[in-house]
């Protein structure tokens, strides 16, 4: 089984993709990106030019092109800069964990950006085996392995079933936000990170962590309670 550390670098190795011998100018990087994410914002994925990328960010589209071999290999990279690769963090509260490892999905790709890209980005995945590859590695593996570590400290602490499916759980986890963003049907709201664990939990949790959470926010009258 992956571990979070081998995956985070194997997503490391995806984005240096292209890469010379010549040192890499990490300034120059962080501008490309910032520049790409700029653009997917205010016209979308669609509209994104290598072209248009390196007059924003200051550079040509060789410089880009040394670093990613395509326009996509670009938009993921930048991708994973916004949703980051770092590991859930381990609060010691499991339904904590995972609302923040679901918030930070959200923040993400709930705006203007994420309705803007990643539809046109995911269909192209379904033709192009390589890209599809560099997607998994670079962004969707990385979350998915840290979110992974969450819910099985959260069976190490006597929270969630032994016998819990972990993949399931993983899925049904993302799958909201996902889901809102692919097709615009409902928003990425601000509490949904937190009805989403609440009702997953509902499910996967112990009697344990029940008796706990009940006795915690017994007093309060909203479902589920408070995040924290």
Known sequence: MATPESVASAARSARETGRTGRPRDARLDEAILEATLALLEESGYPSLTMEGVARRAGTTKPAIRRR???????????LAETVGTAPTPDTGCT?????????????AFGGTLG??????????LADDPDLDRVFTETLFSPR?????????????????????DIDLLLDMLGATTYHRVLFGHLPVTDSLAHDV???LMEGA???????HYKEQHQ?????????G
């Open 115 to 124: 309705r803007r890209t990643l539809p046109a980005l995911v269909a192209e």
């Open 205 to 211: 949790a112990t009697p344990r962590w029940r008796g």
């Open 68 to 78: 990613w071999p395509s326009r996509q290999h670009l938009v993921i990279a930048a």
């Open 95 to 107: 339904h904590c964990d995972l609302i923040l490892g679901v918030e930070t999905l959200s923040q």
């Open 197 to 199: 664990v609440m009702v």
């Open 144 to 164: 998915r392995a840290t979110t992974e570590a969450a819910l099985r400290r959260g069976i190490e602490r006597g929270d969630i079933r032994p016998d819990a």
């Open 219 to 227: 007093d309060d009258p909203r479902p589920g309670g408070p995040t």
